[in-house]
C-alpha cells in the first residue's frame, strides 16, 4: 500500500474505495464435500459431541479453552444452552458428512461488520475430527463464508502458550500478527494472547491454495495427502511466528 499525506503532511490511511460494512454472518449450513458446517443447536448436537469428546479421555482439548472439561453430558448441555445460544459468538458444529454426526465446534466472534472484521474461535476438535480432511474443510468453508459475506480482516487468536494452535494458524494462512501481553484471566491463569489474520487481499490466492489441498486427486486411496496445504499457504504469510 502507497502512503499518503494530508494537507498537514501527516501520514494517513489509504481511502478505502466504495466501502460499505459486511454483512453478519448467515446461519444457513456451509456443506462442503467432507464435512457440514451447520448453526449449533444444544438439542440436536450435545450428545453427539460430549461423545465425540470423550474419546480424549485425557481432557487436553480444553486445556486452553475457558471452560471445560465436563463431567457428564447434563453439565454440557448447560454450558452449551448458556453460552452458545447467542449471535457474538455466533457457534457451529461441524457435523461429519458420511456419518452425520457432530465432531467438532467453531464460532464467529467480535463481529465487526461496520468495520469489516470477524473472528474464528472456541475451536475444539474432537479426536474424531483431528487430522482429517473435514478439520480443513471446515476451516475453509468459514473463512470462504467471510470473505463472500464483505468481511475485509479474518482474525484467529490463541493462548500464546498454545504451540499446536499457533501452528494450525499458520498452516491455514493467517499472518503472524504478535503477542498482547496479559491480555486475560483464564481459569485461574494469565494468558497473553497470540494474534493472526489474514485480509481479503490475500484471499484469492489462498483459495487457490485450499482448493488445490481440497481436490481429490490431492489424496490416495487412504485419504493421505500428497502436497501438504503448507506448501500452498507459506509463501503467502506476511509474517511468522
Not at 91 to 118: C, E, H, K
Not at 130 to 156: C, D, K, N, P, S
Request: net charge neutral; with cysteine; proline share 7%.
Amino acid at each position: 500500500m502507497s502512503q499518503e499525506l494530508n494537507h498537514l503532511n501527516q501520514p494517513i490511511g489509504i481511502v478505502v474505495p466504495n466501502w460499505k460494512p459486511a454483512s453478519p454472518p448467515g446461519h444457513n449450513p456451509l456443506a462442503g464435500k467432507y464435512c457440514r458446517v451447520e448453526r449449533l443447536d444444544p438439542t440436536r448436537h450435545a450428545a453427539e459431541l460430549f461423545e465425540a469428546n470423550a474419546v480424549d479421555q485425557t481432557g487436553a482439548n480444553w486445556t486452553y479453552l475457558p471452560y471445560g472439561p465436563f463431567a457428564n453430558l447434563e453439565d454440557y448441555k448447560v454450558w452449551m444452552n448458556r453460552d452458545c445460544r447467542g449471535a457474538d459468538p455466533l457457534f457451529y458444529a461441524i457435523v461429519d458428512q458420511i456419518t452425520d454426526v457432530a465432531v467438532g465446534v467453531a464460532s464467529f466472534l467480535r463481529i465487526d461488520p461496520a468495520n469489516g472484521s470477524i473472528e474464528v474461535g472456541h475451536i475444539n476438535y474432537s479426536p474424531l475430527l483431528q487430522r482429517t480432511i473435514a478439520a480443513t474443510e471446515a476451516m475453509y468453508l468459514m473463512m470462504q463464508h467471510v470473505f463472500e459475506q464483505g468481511y475485509r480482516r479474518y482474525e484467529w487468536k490463541c493462548n500464546a502458550l498454545n504451540l499446536p494452535s499457533r501452528i494450525a494458524a499458520q498452516r491455514l494462512g493467517f499472518s503472524y500478527e504478535g503477542v498482547f501481553r496479559q491480555a486475560a484471566v483464564v481459569k485461574g491463569r494469565n494468558r497473553d494472547t497470540a494474534w493472526y489474520a489474514m485480509i481479503d487481499a490475500e484471499w484469492p490466492a489462498l483459495q487457490e491454495g485450499f482448493r488445490k489441498w481440497l481436490d481429490p486427486e490431492n489424496f490416495d486411496a487412504e485419504r493421505k495427502q500428497q502436497t501438504p496445504l503448507a506448501t500452498f499457504t507459506s509463501p503467502l504469510l506476511k509474517a511468522r511466528g
